[in-house]
């Protein structure tokens, strides 16, 4: 008996053994081994001793920094869902409006409600309105928003039906003027450009897509607006609406969504690379990289908390998606990131539901405390729209000197190059 126990328990381990082989190799995208020049003593991903394939050892892995994070956010604490604190459905003190999405290629919104104030169905003056407003935000990133600026289009799944209603409701509180499809200003689009034949209404979509319109109002008033809703929220027909916004003529993309990275994630690369167009994506609120935000096509767009006492101060929000993406090549412009991979962030704006924006949905209860990065990625969006030309994430890392360093790096993972100086770094 002793004997057969000893072999079976044998043959157990080499079968394990065996087991993991196979689970590293595939754990490599085929094409990594092709993606960067390397020398004798280098790896598939990286100097020898130095860095991996997410990035710089003790530093980095594909999800972010070292003993800070996983896959899935902060080590030990959290979930796939987020980070410490929060669940599959929120985070300390706000919930998330979309729920959760395991099935790879699918997106969720990336919209996260402040608990800790109460909806107000309405007010009597907007002083009353709890958040930041429209002239905060213009402040803080200095922003020349009597501009004209260019049209702003947003892609998010699902129907909204009311967003037009939600928007006139922001735009009279604050000031903004009207801005609807009688004046051109607002013009509402089908995931193929047709009017009318809308997706199915979304409860947690609609939320997003108001404060999208919002933000983009509250940043540059005078942007038109082109919202076009997809069928779905798979990553494909969200990328086909981002085609059809750029087939339309639109120089700058909004895209407050994310998904998941997968390993097949590189074969819609081709939505979002449209030269000539700025595409702000949105780098997700769980703390690691995410999709299409690790597209080399894009400007991702972190988070930061926002806050004034005096003048405006801002940090890295924890909760901002960021990290090496384990898929996406390392863009040349990005040398001065630490990562041998694609770096998830680019530039950030105010995301921290706790120091979070004003909005208005009638459907949620009326006026709301907003983040996430579906704040900072329309508020970026119409930053570059007022630029008047607006440009490839390239550029920005060119003129990086125009933006708002957030730490003592010229470069963090958490917030990129920091956040917008004006617009001249856009």
Not at 227 to 247: F, M, P
Not at 272 to 293: C, F, K, N, Q
Not at 334 to 363: K, L, Y
């Amino acid at each position: 008996m002793t004997n057969l126990l000893q072999r079976l328990v044998g043959l157990a381990a080499a079968i394990a053994l065996g087991g993991c082989a196979g689970g590293h190799a595939s754990l490599i995208p085929a094409a990594s081994a092709a993606t960067f020049s390397r020398s004798a003593a280098d790896t598939a991903s990286g100097l020898p001793g130095t860095d991996t394939a997410s990035g710089l050892p003790g530093t980095d892995t594909a999800s972010g920094l070292p003993g800070t994070d996983t896959a899935s956010g902060l080590p030990g604490t959290d979930t796939a869902s987020g980070l410490p604190g929060d669940t599959a459905t929120g985070l300390p003190g706000a919930n998330f409006a979309c729920a959760p999405v395991l099935a790879a290629g699918t997106a969720r919104c990336t919209l996260a409600i402040n608990l800790n104030v109460p909806p107000v169905a309405s007010v009597a003056n907007a002083s009353l309105i709890a958040g930041l407003h429209p002239s905060d935000l213009q402040s803080a990133y200095q922003l020349p928003s009597q501009d004209r600026g260019a049209t702003v289009a947003i892609v998010d799944a699902y129907d909204n039906p009311a967003v037009e209603a939600d928007l006139a409701v922001y735009r009279a509180a604050f000031g903004l003027g009207p801005c609807t499809h009688l004046t051109g200003c607002f013009t509402k689009l089908n995931q193929r450009g047709v009017a009318g034949a809308y997706p199915a209404a979304n409860a947690a979509w609609s939320e997003e897509i108001s404060l999208d319109v919002e933000m983009v109002s509250a940043v540059c008033p005078n942007c038109a607006i082109l919202l076009i809703e997809t069928d779905s929220a798979l990553v494909d027909d969200l990328g086909a609406g981002v085609d059809t916004a750029v087939r339309l003529g639109a120089r700058v993309v909004s895209n407050s969504y994310y998904a998941t990275e997968w390993a097949g994630e590189r074969n819609e690369d081709v939505h979002y690379d449209h030269p000539g167009t700025a595409l702000a994506v949105a780098s997700g609120d769980i703390g690691r990289t995410s999709y299409p935000a690790a597209s080399s096509g894009v400007t991702a767009v972190g988070g930061t908390s926002l806050s004034k006492s005096g003048g405006w101060s801002e940090r890295a929000w924890q909760y901002g998606g960021h990290g090496c993406s384990p898929y996406e090549a390392k863009p040349r412009w990005q040398a001065i990131a630490p990562c041998r991979s694609r770096s998830a962030v680019d530039i950030s704006a105010v995301a921290d539901p706790q120091t979070g924006v004003a909005m208005f949905e009638a459907a949620a209860g009326g006026w709301l405390v907003a983040g996430g990065t579906s704040v900072s990625t329309p508020i970026v969006a119409a930053a570059f729209a007022l630029s008047g030309d607006p440009q490839s994430p390239a550029y920005l890392y060119e003129h990086r000197v125009d933006f708002r360093t957030l730490t003592s790096l010229a470069y963090d993972l958490s917030t990129g190059l920091g956040s917008p100086r004006g617009i001249a770094g856009l």
